[in-house]
């Protein structure tokens, strides 16, 4: 395959300047072939080793197939016709004021209460100054290097840190591992990094809201957090403000790894854009997220909050490796609108005595279509495993559908499973009682809503779970009648 | 207060009100009784508004305004309240959070400044202590697991918080041991004043031997039929509503 000069002048660009010259803007012309993979590495200045992990990678993907089992319905996407590298934007590409965003953008905006530099930043427009936040990021740096936690994106990972990269990337969620994976794997952007050392507890839940170089982070995030035996860590992923994006399409990858001992807590809030009213233009977020609980007595835990994308397809999954270790799945996913939503965790438990236990909260309303996938696997050796699942349905309106598919395997004698399932509907009756209250339709779908996914909210970090629970309540604005 | 007249409403095809007329002042108590399937939850729906009730004509005045133009909040915002026959179960709603939501949401509408946590929690622990209710009531989720008797107390509880011009019990004793029934009534006295108009929707008698009415309507077949003192409760009590439709048929 012969390159296309425009990739032959990216790569002749990086020898000129330099590796770590930042250059405004450089975005590959759409295409992806080894030319394109090799550009990417060499763009971001990797170890051979990595190049090599990269084609390796492309060079499986394309033999592999594009799943179609999830049970959402989108046109089909021609992967040579997106850019899979772009560096982070020029002021002159995005909108040039908030005059130009989407108003119902900003509508929301102002409802969570964001300052007005932070709008800007949200919607892509390009501020001057980046507020508090680097003074802020710098303060918490040297609070965390001081314990020892590493914490960066992957590219700098990638460059100060190769020999972790290399042992642990691609250890949980190998690039075979499915079409998308491996995707992510060839081209992808950036990502995050954590490593935390033996026995440390982390002095701060970690956030991407506070890594400087995390805006721009692109399609193809890659995210490693490795957890020390003994140590402890949480790590907070999204934010409840909408966010826009250029790229329809997203395929991350979180790889987690809990060795003995250790607890990882994940959470995350997703709101990407989920498109107009017909769904057009919203985020497709087809994402592999894995932890595994590589020790014994280590715990892994996600709490997920979706509410934006067009499509969402993720299982954010357990494998219970170390004896006595736990795995949690704490989700609450709202589908309106046109969203579509297939989503759920997987629990393989390997080790004895292992627990896990998932809780699943399932809202639609509109015309959302939602299901729930979850896959509770008890291996031949995994005696005196437990199991607790609880997936719970909520419907909002009669245009709307909710779907729940259990897998259960069981191979070992001793096991125990409890799977609870419930649908419901918001009554009129409990409408009709909360507004003789006085409450408005709207407050009171909020409030039932609200109660009906307490016990995961309870599972977040208290001013997530506020947001959350606020961000709610403008998702379903104007979802009945 | 309340001025009903020529009230007429169908559910479905169905007529079920006939031409109901009632003039209700400020701090009476007024009782509407009735054998079953005589209209009187149909009543008080229609006037809490309760939908899929189609109201075919007649109007309906509270407090000089029009009430059957109005969405079922705004009644409540303006000062009228329904203590259910059923109470809804909420799952997942604490107690107090939805008592709050409630207060503020009719506050706000008046002009009057939201209550923060700790003057609500004030406010709430005062009138629990009026209707000698047990705090643990707070904290659980609106109406899930309460028996029947604690259901009903809630309501009222709720009433005495929201502090109502015009409360609607509709069949509030239905479903209570004397004991409860009792509490009930206690607490409903207890929020009588020259002030809260009621009106007591009742099958039975008994009730009002606990809240003593200032008049009593006979509901019969969608339309009030006889009105008078609270003697006409015990007259029926003793005759049954046999003797009522036996009259009106004979007149």
């Known amino acids: 395959m012969t390159p296309t000069p ?26 992806l072939d080894e030319q394109v993979v090799r550009a990417i590495s060499r763009r971001k200045g990797e170890p051979e080793f990595m190049t090599e992990w990269r084609l390796k990678a492309y060079r499986r993907w394309l033999t592999m197939q594009e799943p179609a089992w999830a049970s959402v319905h989108y046109p089909r996407i021609d992967f040579q016709s997106i850019s899979y590298y772009s560096a982070p934007k020029r002021p002159e590409d995005g909108p040039k004021s908030l005059d130009e965003v989407d108003p119902a953008l900003l509508e929301t905006y102002e409802k969570l209460g964001i300052p007005i530099e932070e709008q800007k930043a949200l919607a892509g427009i390009a501020v001057d100054a980046v507020f508090d936040s680097v003074s802020v990021a710098t303060t918490f740096r040297e609070t965390l290097a001081e314990a020892g936690v590493i914490f960066c994106s992957i590219s700098e990972a990638v460059q100060e840190h190769p020999d972790l990269v290399r042992a642990y990337l691609g250890s949980v969620v190998p690039h075979t591992d499915n079409f998308y994976a491996g995707l992510n794997s060839a081209v992808f952007s950036d990502g995050t990094f954590v490593y935390v050392p033996k026995g440390v507890r982390c002095p701060m839940e970690l956030s991407t809201y506070f890594r400087i170089n995390a805006r721009n982070t692109g399609q193809f995030e890659r995210t490693l957090i490795i957890a020390e035996p003994g140590s402890y860590v949480s790590y907070l992923e999204g934010c409840t403000a909408p966010q826009r994006d250029e790229n329809q399409l997203h395929a991350a990858v979180v790889e987690l790894i809990a060795l003995e001992d250790a607890e990882i807590k994940y959470s995350t809030v997703q709101n990407w854009y989920p498109g107009d009213e017909e769904g057009r233009g919203g985020i497709y977020n087809f994402v592999t997220k894995r932890g595994d609980c590589r020790g014994a007595r280590s715990k892994i835990s996600w709490t997920q909050v979706e509410t934006g994308s ?4 993720k299982y954010p999954s357990c494998i219970l490796r170390g004896d006595d270790s736990i795995g949690e799945f704490y989700s609450v996913a709202v589908t309106k609108g046109r969203q579509q939503a297939d989503t759920g965790t997987k629990m393989i438990h390997l080790g004895k005595n292992t627990r896990s236990t ?10 959302g279509r939602q299901t729930y996938r979850g896959l509770v696997r008890i291996s031949q050796r995994a005696e005196g495993a437990r199991n607790h699942t609880q997936c719970d349905s909520l419907l909002i309106g009669d245009r709307c559908s909710a779907n729940t598919f259990p897998y259960i395997e069981v191979k070992h004698p001793s096991a125990k499973m409890e799977h609870e399932a419930t649908t419901s509907k918001i009554s009129d009756d409990q409408l009709f009682y909360c507004r003789a209250r006085g409450l408005t339709e709207e407050d009171a779908v909020s409030m039932i809503v609200n109660g009906f996914c307490k016990e995961v909210f309870n599972e977040l970090p208290m001013e997530f779970a506020v947001e959350a629970q606020k961000l709610l309540s403008i998702s379903l604005e104007g979802a009945v009648g | 207060m309340l001025s009903v007249s020529g009230l007429k409403a169908n559910v479905g095809e169905k007529e079920i009100l006939k031409g109901l007329d009632l003039q209700v002042g400020a701090g009476e108590v007024h009782a509407v009784m009735g054998p079953n399937g005589s209209g ?3 009543f008080a729906h229609v006037l809490s508004g309760r939908e899929g009730y189609e109201v075919t004509a007649g109007s309906v005045t509270f407090e000089g305004r029009d009430l059957l133009a109005l969405e079922p909040e705004e009644r409540a ?32 509408s008046r002009g009057e400044p939201e209550l923060d946590a700790v003057s609500f929690l004030r406010l709430i622990r005062e009138k ?11 904290k659980r989720a609106v109406n899930v697991g309460f028996s029947g008797g604690e259901k009903k107390r809630n309501e009222i509880f709720q009433m005495a918080l929201l502090e109502p011009r015009l409360a609607i019990l509709d069949e509030t004793d239905s479903g209570l041991d004397i004991d409860a029934l009792r509490l009930v009534a206690d607490g409903v006295n207890a929020l009588r004043g020259p002030e809260r108009s009621m009106i007591v929707v009742t099958h039975y008698q008994r009730l009002l031997d606990y809240i003593q009415p200032d008049r009593v309507h006979v509901l019969s077949k969608g339309r009030i039929i006889r009105s008078g003192g609270k003697e006409l409760a015990l007259e029926l009590e003793e005759k049954g509503y046999g003797w009522i439709d036996a009259g009106e048929q004979a007149a």
């Open chain 1, 358 to 367: 998932i809780v699943s909260k399932g809202i639609s309303a509109g015309q």
């Open chain 2, 77 to 108: 915002r303006l000062g009228l309240f329904l203590a259910f026959q059923y109470p809804v179960e909420l799952p997942g709603v604490n107690n107090t959070y939805f008592l709050k939501a409630a207060l503020n949401s009719i506050r706000k």
């Open chain 1, 310 to 313: 067009a499509i969402t397809w």
């Open chain 2, 40 to 42: 009187k939850s149909t």
């Open chain 1, 6 to 31: 425009a990739v032959e002048d990216i790569v002749r660009s990086d020898y000129e300047h330099g590796f770590t010259t930042e250059i405004e803007s450089d975005t590959l012309p759409p295409g």
């Open chain 2, 128 to 138: 629990l202590k009026v209707l000698h209710l047990d705090d643990s009531l707070l």
